[in-house]
């Protein structure tokens, strides 16, 4: 009768497993069972000593179901095996190295690039540069009565009941009369040089370049003046006085700043200096580049104070220097 190994394993862990090695019974049926034997003869015992089994089995526990409400968090993915990337090398050639042209060895060096100075920026006026020129025109400006009658004047005072001793003229400030400018080159302006020379081309281009009379003066030196070189210079009242309606324009701190060993005029010297330029009848403004807090005290009408700074405005320089705006007081 035919049989697979199969069959013939099942039946030695069959008989292992059922201790029935020396039990004939036993071992036919078993054999008969798995279709090793057709029940005819009885098989005598072939082992005469038992064999003892070497595989144990243990029993398989049925797998326990966990309660429906508890939820069991999903197993972690796991991650995908990476395969190793293929790097590939690829060699490029370089093309042969081409011949320099002949011309090449007649052509001269070009001569190195010269060493540029990059000058520094041009210092930002001191006054706001929207309202420079209506500041500086306003400051400097002389109130001229024209030769047109001022007739909502006449009407006006008609209307109050005045009487009329003279024809009111209209007002207006002019320029035409010149500006005699007056810059500060004592020890305390070295800080404000490039503000003054920017000041200066200010009121050059405002009232023209042929009315502007440009001094500089020390004032630590008993106000000595002058144009040209400091050895030169002389003092300011000996030199020839400027046209009677011309206003004085003085760019100065007013001895505010002090410079340690260096002489300076004060308060008393300044006050005497702009004293005699009201003697002479002319109207004097001082641009000072300080503080309304530390100005020296002057007396009333010597001179018209402007601060000269960026929060300077056309209504307080119009306030300061006091213009009649359009009409002429009637008698």
């Known amino acids: 009768m035919a049989f697979g190994f199969d069959r013939l394993t099942d039946y030695f862990i069959a008989v292992a497993a059922l201790g029935a090695a020396n039990d004939p019974e036993k071992l036919i049926a078993i054999a008969a069972l798995l279709g090793l034997h057709d029940g005819a003869a009885k098989p005598q015992p072939v082992l005469q000593t038992p064999i003892k089994p070497t595989i144990e089995l243990t029993?398989?526990?049925?797998?326990?179901?966990?309660?429906?409400?508890?939820?069991?968090?999903?197993?972690?993915?796991r991650p995908a095996s990476r395969q190793p990337t293929r790097i590939q090398h690829t060699v490029t050639r370089r093309p042969p190295r081409a011949e320099p042209p002949e011309w090449l060895e007649h052509v001269k060096a070009l001569p190195p690039p010269r060493a540029v100075v990059v000058p520094p920026p041009a210092p930002a006026p001191l006054f706001a540069p929207r309202w420079s020129r209506a500041i500086l025109s306003t400051a400097m400006s002389k109130d001229v009565a024209t030769n047109t009658v001022d007739v909502e004047a006449m009407v006006d005072a008609i209307a109050r009941g005045m009487v009329l001793r003279r024809v009111p003229r209209r007002i207006v400030p002019t320029l035409s009369h010149g500006v005699q400018l007056l810059v500060d080159r004592?020890?305390?302006?070295?800080?404000?040089?490039?503000?003054?020379?920017?000041?200066?081309?200010?009121?050059?281009?405002?009232?023209?370049?042929?009315?502007v009379q440009v001094l500089r003066f020390d004032p630590s030196r008993g106000f000595i003046a002058g144009k040209g070189p400091r050895t030169r210079w002389e003092s300011y009242f000996d030199l020839l006085p400027p046209l009677p309606a011309m206003t004085i324009v003085v760019i100065s701190d007013l001895g505010i700043a002090r410079v340690p060993h260096e002489s300076n005029a004060r308060e008393p010297q300044w006050r005497d200096f702009l004293a005699r330029l009201h003697s002479r009848g002319h109207r004097v403004i001082v641009f000072v580049p300080f503080a309304?807090?530390?100005?020296?005290?002057?007396?009333?009408?010597?001179?018209?104070?402007?601060?000269?700074?960026?929060?300077?405005?056309?209504?307080?320089?119009?306030?300061?220097?006091?213009?009649?705006?359009?009409?002429?007081?009637?008698?």
């Not at 040089?193 to 009315?211: E, S, T």
């Not at 402007?306 to 008698?331: A, E, F, Y």
């Open 292 to 331: 309304p807090a530390r100005w020296p005290r002057l007396p009333r009408g010597l001179a018209h104070l402007v601060p000269w700074d960026r929060r300077t405005s056309v209504q307080l320089v119009r306030k300061i220097v006091g213009h009649r705006r359009r009409r002429m007081v009637i008698g």
């Open 186 to 211: 004592g020890p305390s302006s070295p800080p404000f040089l490039k503000d003054q020379d920017l000041l200066v081309q200010q009121i050059q281009v405002v009232a023209g370049n042929d009315r």
């Open 59 to 77: 029993p398989i526990k049925p797998e326990t179901k966990p309660p429906a409400t508890a939820k069991q968090p999903p197993e972690p993915a």
